[in-house]
Nanobody, 123 residues
């Protein structure tokens, strides 16, 4: 089973930046679309961004468009989420998840999930 590990979370001030990483073990990520999701306290998990296995297509939630950038480096078996201009409302646990080839708007279509990394935006 594909195992994913997120890293790069932390505490940052409003307006700051963080780069999250999603690394895979046991399998290469070449054939997988990777989605980033987040869950804030007391709220449902929501989709943030996704990148197709080929890297040729990406999508973003409206709330992060223009601030977040998803990318992948298949040679390093890693997908990144660059987060700029962070806001307090971006505070959440961020998860990456994988599914075959193409992104999907349904979280249930993603079969492999990481354990999450905490992002806290606060002054």
């Amino acid at each position: 089973q594909l195992q994913l590990v997120e890293s790069g979370g932390g505490l940052v001030q409003p307006g700051g930046s963080l780069r999250l990483s999603c690394a895979a073990s046991r399998f290469t990520l070449d054939d997988y679309a990777i989605g980033w999701f987040r869950q804030a306290p007391g709220k449902e998990r929501e989709g943030v961004s996704c990148i197709r296995s080929s890297g040729t297509s990406t999508n973003y939630a409206d709330s992060v468009k223009g601030r977040f950038t998803i990318s992948r480096d298949n040679a390093k078996n890693t997908v990144y989420l660059q987060m700029n201009l962070l806001k307090p409302e971006d505070t959440a646990v961020y998860y990456c998840a994988a599914r075959d080839y193409y992104c999907s708007p349904r979280m249930t279509d993603f079969g492999s999930w990481g354990q999450g990394t905490q992002v806290t935006v606060s002054s």
